[in-house]
């Protein structure tokens, strides 16, 4: 019977994941199946009763879904599921290793349609190569998408796929044997739009390098500064920074005082994790005038070059408001 012990997410599980331990299945091979955006979870249960032999993967940015999709999960007694909270490109990147996944299914992904928006669609270069990547020599990637725009636009990437073959003569099908049809895919008909699916096979060409995301030291700042911590706070400013060359945007939101620490509230967002986190300044017991930055505990955070990012862009809150001198430095530059 399935009883999930706890809730999954792709911030909590270990880079790489060992998936054969989360399913309990250590030493059976079991092939691995992942389906990206399950919504209300119509595919991940026709999967498992199709694939009954396999470990089955449903990764969802949507909470309740979730919820909903964990209860079914349980009442039903389905063993070989397990749901996920997090970004799609956060598993892939992550969580799963190069030749891992027998299959792979985007349903409907979310075309974001407006042009500052495009950037965070899923069918994009780097997604599509994770997903070369992951695939096992002969595993499958299936896509469906009711919007015209999406289709062509994926149609491009996946034809431009060196290790994909379109397993279809035209660039895409109108229908797909042995498929359950989802709440949206009929709701999309019964409103007039034209589902259009997509299925390709990973062959034999070399898969892109796309190496596993793994966690790095944490960041830590040793210094000295003449203000106290509520001058930290009163003088804070609210500060934005991006860093192109490596995808990274970092936003100190906030600074709050306690009476032994200052937390800075902080946003990191990178190509493959989006993080919501806190930094810790406490004066060092030993040394008067003297701080450590630190990441706290709040958002269980990961350290990954985002994190040390936003802990060089604090020490310039803190250089901007007062005299500093940095005795320690263990962050990458």
Request: charged fraction near 20%; proline fraction near 7%; glycine fraction near 6%.
């Amino acid at each position: 019977m399935h009883t999930q012990q706890r809730q999954l997410s792709t911030h909590g599980l270990p880079w790489p994941t060992d998936w054969p331990a989360e399913f309990g299945t250590v030493g059976q091979a079991r092939p691995l199946i992942v389906e990206i955006g399950f919504g209300y979870g119509q595919m991940l249960f026709y999967l498992a009763e199709q694939f009954p032999d396999a470990n089955i993967i449903g990764v969802e940015v949507a909470s309740k879904p979730i919820e909903t999709v964990e209860r079914r999960l349980i009442r039903r007694g389905v063993a070989n599921v397990r749901v996920v909270y997090g970004y799609a490109e956060t598993l892939l990147h992550h969580a799963l290793q190069p030749g891992s996944v027998q299959q792979i299914h985007v349903n409907f992904p979310d075309p974001w349609f407006k042009s500052g928006h495009v950037h965070r669609r899923l069918m994009k270069r780097p997604t599509v190569d994770a997903i070369t990547s992951r695939l096992v020599p002969g595993g499958m990637m299936y896509l469906a998408t009711d919007i015209d725009e999406y289709a062509e636009m994926s149609h491009e990437l996946l034809a431009a796929t060196l290790g994909l073959t379109n397993q279809f003569a035209t660039p895409w099908a109108g229908s797909i044997d042995n498929r359950v049809t989802t709440k949206y895919e009929a709701k999309a008909v019964k409103q007039g739009r034209t589902n259009k699916y997509f299925a390709y096979r990973r062959n034999d060409s070399p898969a892109p390098d796309v190496p596993v995301i793994r966690e790095i030291a944490m960041p830590n700042l040793v210094f000295e500064s003449s203000l106290s911590l509520p001058q930290m706070v009163d003088t804070f400013e609210r500060t934005t920074e991006s860093f192109p060359e490596d995808d990274i945007h970092v936003s100190v939101m906030h600074a709050f005082v306690s009476p032994g620490s200052v937390l800075y509230e902080v946003y990191v967002k990178e190509a493959t994790i989006e993080q919501h986190v806190g930094f810790l300044v406490v004066p060092r017991q030993d040394k008067p005038g003297t701080f450590t930055l630190k990441l706290s505990s709040m958002g269980h955070p990961r350290p990954t070059e985002g994190m040390h990012r936003a802990a060089v862009v604090i020490e310039g809150v803190i250089k901007r408001a007062g005299e500093y001198r940095a005795i320690h430095r263990k962050v990458r530059e």
